[in-house]
């Protein structure tokens, strides 16, 4: 291991404020990633209280276009965003996998962590964020172990894999659609 001069405070003054605010804002954005990602209730929107009217079936119409709005529009638009940044961050970690790989994970993840969310939300929180402390825990380990070109040529390839982003998202759409239901007839028994 080669040693560097250091003659005063001043030479590693840059290297430490840049690791020490890249690493806040980091775990800061993961913070925030994974709080909203292993909620049981992505989207606390509650359109339905636009949906007034003095006629109750029209009410119901109504907030039924709304939930529709939500849940087929809204959400898959942030899955797919989880998605793309759960791909980045592990495109960051690997040099063996292929894109197409590196995006059917970064899905399942998603998936996963959804599912937990309706079981235990603190499980939800460990699993969405063992992926992007890993990544911190490995550069501060190996800070040259980045791999950009893995991630340039992911971001590159996303319009290549779109269909499989589409299939993917119907299937995260899906799989919310049935805990949703599962969870409204659980709570009525």
């Keep these: 291991m080669a040693l560097m001069q250091v003659n005063t405070f001043m030479d590693i003054l840059p290297s430490l404020l840049i690791f020490t605010i890249g690493t806040a804002l980091y775990v800061g954005y993961v913070f925030i990633f994974y709080k909203f990602i292993s909620t049981n209730k992505v ?78 939300e603190e499980a939800a929180d460990i699993l969405a964020q063992t992926v992007p402390l890993t990544i911190l825990a490995i550069f501060y380990i190996d800070i040259h172990f980045i791999r950009w070109s893995q991630v340039m040529e992911l971001l590159k390839s996303l319009e290549f894999l779109g269909m499989v982003m589409v299939y993917s998202l119907i299937f995260i759409v899906a799989l919310e659609f049935v805990m949703r239901i599962g969870q409204k007839v659980v709570r009525r028994n």
Aim: charged share 10%.
């Design 43 to 120: 989207l606390d929107l509650d359109l339905h209280q636009y949906a007034q009217g003095a006629y109750p079936k029209i009410k119901t119409m109504f907030g039924m276009l709304l939930w529709t709005v939500e849940f087929l529009i809204i959400f898959p638009i942030i899955a797919f965003f989880w998605s793309v940044a759960y791909a980045v961050m592990l495109a960051f970690m690997t040099e063996n996998m292929t894109m197409l790989e590196i995006i059917i994970v970064s899905v399942s993840l998603v998936a996963s962590v959804r599912i937990i969310s309706y079981f235990s």
